[in-house]
Nanobody, 120 residues
Framework: QVQLVESGGGLVQAGGSLRLSCAAS????????MDWYRQAPGNQRELVAA???????NYADSVKGRFTISRDNAKNTVYLQMNSLKPEDTAVYYC??????????????WGQGTQVTVSS
């Protein structure tokens, strides 16, 4: 089994910063893509940022220039640095990863989510 554990959420004022972390553990051979999603009340879960094993990144238009995704492959950890936060960034943030548990076998895993609240 594989577990993804997020940390770093909390309450921050508009214009502030937070850094989310997500550490994967368990039966891991390697990890391919790692992503951050978010879901606000009444909204669908949306992709915020994605990073490949090689470090290529992709961002939602709403966070470009403010958020930065990065990863440490040696630690099986992905990060999301969030700057210039806005009230509309308020949501539960979920970590997601495509984990290879055995060569040739890749599975999708989700973290439990961490709340980010931005006050105006």
């Amino acid at each position: 089994q594989v577990q993804l554990v997020e940390s770093g959420g909390g309450l921050v004022q508009a214009g502030g910063s937070l850094r989310l972390s997500c550490a994967a553990s368990g039966s891991i051979f390697s990890i391919n893509g790692m992503d951050w999603y978010r879901q606000a009340p009444g909204n669908q879960r949306e992709l915020v940022a994605a990073i490949t094993r090689g470090g290529s990144t992709n961002y939602a238009d709403s966070v470009k220039g403010r958020f930065t995704i990065s990863r440490d492959n040696a630690k099986n950890t992905v990060y999301l640095q969030m700057n210039s936060l806005k009230p509309e960034d308020t949501a539960v943030y979920y970590c997601h990863a495509f984990v290879v548990t055995t060569p040739g076998y890749e599975y999708s895993y989700w973290g439990q989510g961490t709340q980010v609240t931005v006050s105006s």
